[in-house]
């Protein structure tokens, strides 16, 4: 289970602040993710980055943001502007873009 | 626009019965297709992509470009299968779309 890791397991934010979750991998992938996993609703792809400095909005991309300075960590910010930030919040990498992807044990955000 | 469709939201199979996954979707190209798995307490990982023609597990599924389906199948369901299942599809965004899961349970 080791190469992706997510922390903090779980958060808790009073509405109104940001908060930034972290994604880390050592597997040396240049492709990487974060999904939001709702009940009943799959997951979704917020933003994704193909390569280092690069990324990419997913199909529910508002209220959030990424930054991909180094290969290993995509952190994102759930910002005030999310109107249901509440969620199971996903990261994942991949070798490329495409290829199998390799998931996180994910955070849980609670907004009180 | 690429999308996934699972229609069977729960399923549950008797141990030793057939187990069939739903999934159908929707892509103008030609789509990459794949099945992830999330046991209890473990992370999401992949079970099969289409492109390897692999059984993993006992599980196989065949691309049917003409029905645009994806269907998971096993013939003889083991109490382990119990999980979460999506499907899912890489269009030529190299995006990965998901469907929106069927949780099996296998009745002892």
């Known amino acids: 289970d080791g190469g992706i890791t997510q922390s903090p397991k779980y958060l808790f934010r009073k509405e109104g602040q940001n908060v930034t979750l972290s994604c880390e991998q050592n597997l040396n992938h240049d492709a990487m993710y974060w999904y939001r996993q709702d009940p009943g609703q799959g997951l979704r792809l917020i933003y994704y980055s193909q390569i280092v400095n690069d990324f990419q909005k997913g199909d529910i991309a508002e209220g959030y943001s990424v930054s991909r300075e180094k290969k290993e960590s995509f952190p994102l910010t759930v910002t005030s502007a999310q109107k249901n930030p509440t969620a199971f919040y996903l990261c994942a990498s991949s070798i490329i873009a495409g290829n199998e992807q390799f998931f996180g044990p994910g955070t849980r955000l609670t907004v009180l | 626009a690429q999308r996934v469709t699972q229609p069977e939201k729960l399923l549950s199979v008797f141990k030793g019965a057939p187990v069939e996954l739903k999934c159908n979707y929707s892509?103008?190209?030609?789509?990459?297709l794949f099945w992830y798995v999330q046991y209890s307490r473990q992370r999401l990982q992949l079970l099969l992509r289409?492109?390897s023609r692999e059984s993993i597990k006992g599980f196989t599924a065949d691309l049917n470009k003409g029905e645009t389906s994806f269907h998971l199948k096993k013939p003889f369901a083991q109490e382990e299968d119990s999980a979460m299942y999506y499907c899912a599809l890489v269009g030529g965004n190299e995006k990965l779309t998901f469907g929106t899961g069927t949780r099996l349970t296998i009745i002892p």
């Open positions: 289409h492109i």
């Open positions: 892509y103008s190209g030609s789509p990459e």
